[in-house]
């Protein structure tokens, strides 16, 4: 009995069945290397293309070596031959020092004090004390070919100039300046010198802004040094208002010698006016009288007469030579003086 597939429902053997598949479509002669040729441009095109960001720039190598600058855009660039570094040229950037953040936001969250943000912080001032340290620098890529190959590991490089460049000028300062009057100028003067390191060393970094973000006393001290201020600032307070007493006293007493000198001032020029002017009149009045003496004295008289009997007060005169007194006169109860 032979065996076969499929079985023969019968029982009967039979030759197995032979199925024939439809011939295959031949291609055309030369299509087969058209297709590859395609296939090769595709591949070719997109590993040669690479769109850079409008805030970026990319910096071609051919072999390692630089080729050329891209603007931002789609581009092309010879597959595995030249590679692109995209450099973010129009973005701020910011690097922190003594301190790192974990989390940026409203309320920004910082992770834990390490061996390597206390290292970075903490600094020795001019007058030999110990001062803590934070700051931020933001900075740009202003030369990213300078930025690419002039100087390796240009991030670390950076922060060490710019641990060098604060450190220079905190040693430079005493202590009561770092931690009070002086923090403008010291940031001013460390961007300044941390600007000069860059263009020595020629990194291609612009550097925009530096700021001190905390600057305090070493933990163990801190307690003497808020005992040290808070007494600073008491005597400050104290200054200040004994100036205010000053500004308010001095002007006031300078007012009023200046016044008491111009009301005497005035007093004397009105004495010496009414001075002369009354020897004036006397000249001009002996001259009068030089010419005329009995009018002149009668007008005298008459106009002294003038002016003292309106302030004798109401008084009746009588002639010595009157007998009799006229019986309408009323005088009594009458506060006049009657003379004879």
Same mark, same amino acid.
């Given at each position: 009995?032979?065996?076969?597939?499929?079985?023969?429902?019968?029982?009967?053997?039979?030759?197995?069945?032979?199925?024939?598949?439809?011939?295959?479509?031949?291609?055309?002669?030369?299509?087969?290397?058209?297709?590859?040729?395609?296939?090769?441009?595709?591949i070719l095109f997109?590993?040669?293309?690479?769109?850079?960001?409008?805030?970026?720039?990319?910096?071609?190598?051919?072999?390692?070596?630089?080729?050329?600058?891209?603007?931002?855009?789609?581009?092309? !660039?010879?597959?595995?031959?030249?590679?692109?570094?995209?450099?973010?040229?129009?973005?701020?950037?910011?690097?922190?020092?003594?301190?790192?953040?974990?989390?940026?936001? @409203?309320?920004?969250?910082?992770?834990?004090?390490?061996?390597?943000?206390r290292a970075e912080?903490?600094?020795?001032?001019?007058?030999? +004390?110990?001062?803590?340290?934070?700051?931020?620098?933001?900075?740009?890529?202003?030369?990213?070919?300078?930025?690419?190959? %002039?100087?390796?590991?240009?991030?670390?490089?950076?922060?060490?100039?710019?641990?060098?460049?604060?450190?220079?000028?905190?040693?430079? %300062?005493?202590?009561?300046?770092?931690?009070? $009057?002086?923090?403008?100028?010291?940031?001013?003067?460390?961007?300044e010198e941390l600007?000069?390191?860059?263009?020595?060393?020629?990194?291609?970094?612009?550097?925009?802004?530096?700021?001190?973000?905390?600057? +305090?006393?070493?933990?163990?001290? !801190?307690?003497?040094?808020?005992?040290?201020? @808070?007494?600073?600032?008491?005597?400050?307070?104290?200054?200040?208002?004994?100036?205010?007493?000053?500004?308010?006293?001095?002007?006031?007493?300078?007012?009023?010698?200046?016044?008491?000198?111009?009301?005497?001032?005035?007093?004397?020029?009105?004495?010496? +006016? +009414?001075?002369?002017?009354?020897?004036?009149?006397?000249?001009?009045?002996?001259?009068?009288?030089?010419?005329?003496?009995?009018?002149?004295?009668?007008?005298?008289?008459?106009?002294?007469?003038?002016?003292? $009997?309106?302030?004798?007060?109401? !008084?009746?005169?009588?002639?010595?030579?009157?007998?009799? $007194?006229?019986?309408?006169? @009323?005088?009594?109860?009458?506060?006049?003086?009657? !003379?004879?």
């Open positions: 009995m032979r065996s076969g597939w499929p079985p023969d429902p019968g029982g009967v053997g039979r030759a197995p069945m032979q199925v024939r598949l439809p011939p295959m479509p031949r291609l055309p002669a030369g299509s087969g290397f058209a297709l590859l040729a395609i296939a090769g441009a595709l997109v590993a040669g293309y690479y769109q850079v960001e409008p805030d970026e720039v990319g910096v071609v190598q051919r072999f390692g070596a630089y080729a050329r600058t891209t603007e931002p855009g789609p581009h092309l !660039k010879i597959p595995f031959v030249e590679t692109v570094t995209k450099v973010p040229v129009q973005r701020q950037l910011k690097m922190e020092f003594g301190f790192r953040t974990s989390r940026a936001g @409203q309320r920004s969250e910082f992770a834990p004090d390490s061996a390597e943000t912080a903490v600094m020795l001032t001019g007058d030999l +004390n110990v001062a803590v340290v934070e700051w931020i620098v933001q900075f740009r890529i202003k030369d990213p070919r300078a930025y690419l190959f %002039h100087i390796r590991d240009v991030p670390e490089t950076f922060r060490y100039m710019s641990e060098a460049a604060m450190r220079q000028v905190v040693g430079d %300062h005493s202590v009561d300046e770092v931690l009070t $009057i002086g923090r403008e100028t010291i940031a001013r003067q460390a961007k600007q000069r390191l860059c263009n020595l060393y020629g990194i291609g970094i612009e550097v925009q802004q530096l700021v001190l973000q905390d600057v +305090n006393p070493p933990d163990p001290v !801190k307690p003497a040094f808020n005992e040290v201020n @808070q007494a600073i600032q008491e005597r400050e307070r104290a200054i200040n208002d004994a100036w205010a007493d000053y500004n308010k006293a001095v002007p006031r007493a300078k007012g009023e010698a200046e016044q008491a000198v111009r009301a005497a001032e005035g007093y004397a020029v009105e004495r010496v +006016n +009414n001075a002369e002017g009354d020897a004036r009149r006397f000249v001009s009045f002996y001259e009068e009288y030089r010419k005329s003496p009995a009018v002149t004295r009668k007008r005298v008289y008459l106009e002294t007469m003038g002016t003292l $009997i309106p302030r004798a007060g109401r !008084k009746l005169i009588l002639d010595e030579k009157a007998r009799g $007194i006229l019986p309408l006169l @009323q005088l009594e109860g009458s506060p006049a003086e009657v !003379k004879r």
